[in-house]
């Protein structure tokens, strides 16, 4: 017996979710192919990897998970974004936000911008990948330092730091973002009073 087609998956997996859209976004992530990549494989054989991968994200999403955490990313302007349950999923309101903040900062040189509980990292980001690396500091700050260790989009390495918070004597750490001008640092309520020791260890 012949395997299916992704012609015929699809058809199936719209039947079963009843978007094609969704459908479609379902089966161009577990052929790990774009969409004009996918269109030109439809009559492809899906292997029996990539179909139990369909499957999986299928009883997920008919479970009622949003497909943005089904599919693990999400494309958010010219990034293309890592999110699950720890984070909001960017919305196209977002998309404005980060448009209006970029035109902005464009205006302004040096520039440095703050993105307070940045989550998915959605804005930050965006800012430090369309701004100019010159002149150009972005802080993406969040309690949880798990939500932004992997980022699609761009180019950074990441280290680890410490900044004391004044006036109490306490240590807060946190994440540093190197290559794209970006610091992440781990307790938002902590960032106004450790602001200062933060870019002394910046240097």
Same mark, same amino acid.
């Given at each position: 017996m012949n395997a299916a087609t992704w012609r015929e998956v699809l058809a199936d997996t719209q039947d079963a979710l009843g978007s094609e859209r969704e459908a479609r976004l379902l089966c161009e992530h577990a052929a790990g192919l774009d969409a004009s990549e996918f269109s030109a494989s439809l009559d +492809?054989? @899906?292997t029996q990897r990539m179909a139990l991968h369909l499957q999986e994200m299928i009883r997920r999403r008919l479970a009622g998970e949003p497909v943005q955490y089904v599919m693990g990313r999400w494309a958010f302007r010219y990034l293309d974004l890592l999110v699950d349950r720890r984070v909001l999923i960017p919305r196209p309101e977002? +998309?404005? @936000?980060?448009e209006v903040a970029v035109q902005f900062a464009r205006t302004v040189s040096p520039r440095v911008a703050v993105d307070l509980g940045t989550g998915s990292g959605a804005i930050g980001l965006s800012l430090?990948?369309?701004?100019p690396l010159d002149g150009t500091t972005v802080w993406l700050t969040d309690n949880s330092p798990s939500g932004h260790k992997r980022r699609f989009g761009v180019a950074a390495t990441w280290r680890r730091t410490r900044c004391r918070n004044r006036p109490s004597p306490r240590r807060c750490r946190a994440s540093a973002v190197r290559g794209c001008g970006s610091r992440c640092c781990r307790d938002t309520a902590r960032l106004r009073g450790a602001r200062q020791n933060l870019d002394r260890s910046a240097t």
């Amino acid at each position: 017996m012949n395997a299916a087609t992704w012609r015929e998956v699809l058809a199936d997996t719209q039947d079963a979710l009843g978007s094609e859209r969704e459908a479609r976004l379902l089966c161009e992530h577990a052929a790990g192919l774009d969409a004009s990549e996918f269109s030109a494989s439809l009559d +492809e054989a @899906v292997t029996q990897r990539m179909a139990l991968h369909l499957q999986e994200m299928i009883r997920r999403r008919l479970a009622g998970e949003p497909v943005q955490y089904v599919m693990g990313r999400w494309a958010f302007r010219y990034l293309d974004l890592l999110v699950d349950r720890r984070v909001l999923i960017p919305r196209p309101e977002t +998309e404005q @936000v980060a448009e209006v903040a970029v035109q902005f900062a464009r205006t302004v040189s040096p520039r440095v911008a703050v993105d307070l509980g940045t989550g998915s990292g959605a804005i930050g980001l965006s800012l430090a990948h369309e701004l100019p690396l010159d002149g150009t500091t972005v802080w993406l700050t969040d309690n949880s330092p798990s939500g932004h260790k992997r980022r699609f989009g761009v180019a950074a390495t990441w280290r680890r730091t410490r900044c004391r918070n004044r006036p109490s004597p306490r240590r807060c750490r946190a994440s540093a973002v190197r290559g794209c001008g970006s610091r992440c640092c781990r307790d938002t309520a902590r960032l106004r009073g450790a602001r200062q020791n933060l870019d002394r260890s910046a240097t």
